[in-house]
C-alpha cells in the first residue's frame, strides 16, 4: 500500500496540471539565477556560457535521439495490453541504446570542440576568443553521460502515468544545477578574484552534477517500486528483442527529426542573425548581445510559456496512446481538444502579458536594456506557437503519423530558413529593428507546421475542433480586458527600470492585477470548469485557499 501511495498514476488533467507545475518551478529557478549569474560573469561571460549551452543542446538531443519519448510511448502500449515482459526488455534495450549513442555524441564533441567553436564565432572580433569556446564546449559534453541515461527512467515512469517522481527529478536537477553554478562562480569571481573564463568553465559542469543527483533519487523510486514497476518479471522471448529495437528506432526517428531539426535551426538562425547584422554594419558587441539574447536569454523567459507545452507533452503521450491503440476514437478527440483548450486557457495570456511587460521582466532578470526589451516583446510570441506545434507533434506521434510529422516539420522550417534574411533585410529598410524579420519567420514557420498537422489529423481521423473553437471565442474578451487593464496600469504607474526592486514590484503588482481579472472572468463564463474539469478544479480552489473555500 506504501508502494501504491508512493507511485500513485495520474490522471491526464492532473498529470498535465502536476508535470506543469513543477517545469514551471524548474523554470523560474532557472530564470531567477540568471540574475545573480549574469551580473557575475557580466555580458562576455553570458555570451560564453550561451555558446557552450546552445551546442550542448543540439548534442543533447542527438543524445537522447528520441528514445525516451519512444519509451514512453511502448511501456504504455505493452501495459495496455498487460505484455510485462516485453515492457522490461523495452526498458533495459531503451537504456543500452541510448548509452551507446551518449557515449559517441560526447566523444564527437569533445574531439571536435575547437572545429565547432570556429564555426560559432567565424570573423566575429571583440568578444570571445576560439580558445575560450573550445574549452566551455568540451567541459559542457561530460554531461551527455549523464542526462540521456536519466531521460530513459523519466520516459519510463511516464509511460505508466507516474508523473509525480519524474516531475520532481527535474527540480533536484535545476535545483542542484543552479547552486553549483552560482557558489562556484562566486567563490572563483569574488574570493579567487579570477576571470569569467574560469567561472564559466565550472558553471558548466553544473549540469553533470545537477543530473547525477537526480539520477540517484530516480534509481531509489524505481529499485524500490520494481514489482509495482514490473521489473522483477522474467523476460523469456528474447527473439523479440529484435523487434523492440526496431520499434524503439522507429519512434524514435520522429522525435530526433523534430529535436534536431529545432535544435539546428536556432543554432542556424543564431548564425543569421549574426552573418546579417554584421552585414548591415552594427558593432559587434550589439550582434553578439542580439544574438545570445535571442538564442538563449529571451529564450529562458520563453520557458514559462513552454512549460505548459512540455507539461502536457508528458501526459499527453501515455493517454493518447492508450486510447489510440484501444481505438477509442471518441476519447482521442476529447483528450486533442483538451489538450488545445489548455494551451488557450494558460500560454496565450501568458504570453501577451510578457510581451506587454517586457521592459519590466528584462529588468529583473538582466538589467534595464532597451535592446534586449525589445527582443522579448517578440521573441515570446515564437514561445506561444513553439507550444501549439510541441504539443500538435505529440498528438501526432502518440498516433504514428511519422509521414506527417516529417512534412509538416520540414515545410515549416524551410519556409522558415527560406524568409528569415529577407525578412531581416525588409525591416531593416522599414527602418525596424533587423532581428525582428528573424523572429517573424519563425512564427510564421512554426505557424504553417501546425496549420498542417491539425489539418491532416481533421482529414485522417474527421477530428473536430469545434469545442477548442467555442473556448477561443469566450476568451477573447478577458484578453482583450486583460490587455486594457495592463496598459492602464502601465500608464498610470511610474517605475524606474534601473532598480531591481522597483522592477519586480512593479511586475507582481500589475500582473496580479491583469491575471485576477482574467482568471475571474473565465470562473464567471465556466471556461475554467470546461476546460480543467468541476472536480478537479474545485479541489485546486480549496488547496489553493486552504480549505475556506469548499464546493461540496
Not at 231 to 252: C, G, P, S, T, W
Not at 325 to 336: A, F, I
Amino acid at each position: 500500500m506504501k508502494k501504491s501511495k508512493q507511485l500513485r498514476k495520474s490522471t491526464f488533467i492532473e498529470g498535465t496540471v502536476l508535470a506543469t507545475f513543477c517545469i514551471v518551478v524548474t523554470k523560474i529557478l532557472g530564470m531567477v539565477y540568471v540574475i545573480p549569474f549574469y551580473s557575475l560573469i557580466g555580458p562576455k561571460g553570458s555570451a560564453l556560457y550561451a555558446y557552450a549551452y546552445n551546442i550542448y543542446v543540439i548534442f543533447l538531443s542527438i543524445s537522447t535521439a528520441g528514445i525516451p519519448m519512444a519509451i514512453s510511448k511502448m511501456i504504455k502500449e505493452y501495459s495496455t495490453l498487460k505484455n510485462f515482459s516485453a515492457k522490461k526488455q523495452t526498458y533495459n534495450l531503451g537504456k543500452k541504446l541510448i548509452m551507446s549513442v551518449s557515449l559517441l555524441m560526447f566523444l564527437i564533441l569533445f574531439c571536435f570542440s575547437k572545429p565547432i567553436a570556429i564555426l560559432i564565432l567565424g570573423n566575429l572580433e571583440g568578444g570571445n576568443t576560439i580558445l575560450d569556446v573550445s574549452l566551455v564546449i568540451r567541459l559542457i559534453s561530460f554531461a551527455l553521460l549523464v542526462i540521456p541515461f536519466l531521460s530513459i527512467n523519466r520516459g519510463y515512469l511516464q509511460g505508466h502515468n507516474i508523473i509525480k517522481e519524474s516531475s520532481i527529478s527535474q527540480i533536484i536537477e535545476q535545483l542542484v544545477r543552479i547552486l553549483f553554478i552560482l557558489v562556484s562562480s562566486f567563490i572563483i569571481i569574488k574570493i579567487c578574484h579570477q576571470k569569467e573564463i574560469t567561472a564559466v568553465s565550472f558553471a558548466v559542469l553544473g549540469a553533470l552534477i545537477g543530473g547525477i543527483s537526480a539520477q540517484i533519487y530516480l534509481y531509489y523510486k524505481i529499485k524500490k517500486n520494481r514489482h509495482e514497476l514490473n521489473l522483477d518479471v522474467e523476460v523469456k522471448d528474447f527473439q523479440l528483442n529484435k523487434e523492440i529495437i526496431l520499434r524503439i528506432i522507429k519512434y524514435a526517428i520522429p522525435f530526433v527529426i523534430i529535436d534536431i531539426v529545432i535544435s539546428v535551426y536556432n543554432f542556424i538562425d543564431m548564425v543569421f542573425i549574426s552573418r546579417t547584422m554584421t552585414y548591415l554594419g552594427f558593432p559587434g558587441s550589439t550582434t553578439e548581445f542580439v544574438t545570445t539574447s535571442i538564442a538563449t536569454w529571451a529564450n529562458k523567459i520563453n520557458m514559462i510559456v513552454n512549460s505548459v507545452a512540455i507539461g502536457l507533452t508528458i501526459s499527453l503521450i501515455p493517454n493518447i496512446v492508450e486510447a489510440f491503440t484501444l481505438k477509442k476514437w471518441q476519447t482521442v478527440e476529447q483528450r486533442v481538444n483538451k489538450a488545445l483548450q489548455i494551451l488557450l486557457v494558460t500560454s496565450l495570456p501568458m504570453t501577451i502579458g510578457i510581451s506587454l511587460l517586457a521592459d519590466g521582466i528584462w529588468s529583473i532578470f538582466y538589467g534595464y536594456n532597451k535592446l534586449g526589451t525589445e527582443v522579448l516583446s517578440l521573441e515570446i510570441f515564437t514561445a506561444l506557437f513553439y507550444n501549439f506545434n510541441t504539443v500538435t507533434f505529440t498528438i501526432l506521434q502518440s498516433m504514428d503519423k511519422f509521414k506527417t510529422v516529417y512534412l509538416s516539420t520540414f515545410s515549416g522550417y524551410i519556409i522558415n530558413a527560406l524568409l528569415d534574411v529577407p525578412l531581416m533585410l525588409l525591416c531593416y529598410q522599414l527602418h525596424l529593428k533587423p532581428f525582428y524579420g528573424a523572429l517573424i519567420a519563425s512564427i510564421i514557420g512554426l505557424g504553417l507546421s501546425t496549420y498542417l498537422a491539425l489539418s491532416k489529423l481533421k482529414k485522417e481521423y474527421n477530428l473536430q475542433y469545434h469545442e477548442t473553437t467555442k473556448i477561443f471565442n469566450k476568451i477573447i474578451i478577458p484578453i482583450i480586458i486583460m490587455i486594457l487593464i495592463v496598459i492602464s496600469l502601465k500608464i498610470i504607474i511610474p517605475c524606474n527600470f534601473n532598480s531591481k526592486l522597483c522592477s519586480i514590484l512593479y511586475v507582481a503588482f500589475i500582473s496580479i492585477i491583469g491575471g485576477s481579472s482574467y482568471l475571474i472572468l473565465l470562473f464567471k463564463n465556466h471556461v475554467l470548469e470546461t476546460v480543467f474539469g468541476k472536480s478537479y478544479l474545485h479541489k485546486i480552489i480549496k488547496k489553493i485557499t486552504f480549505g475556506k473555500v469548499n464546493f461540496s
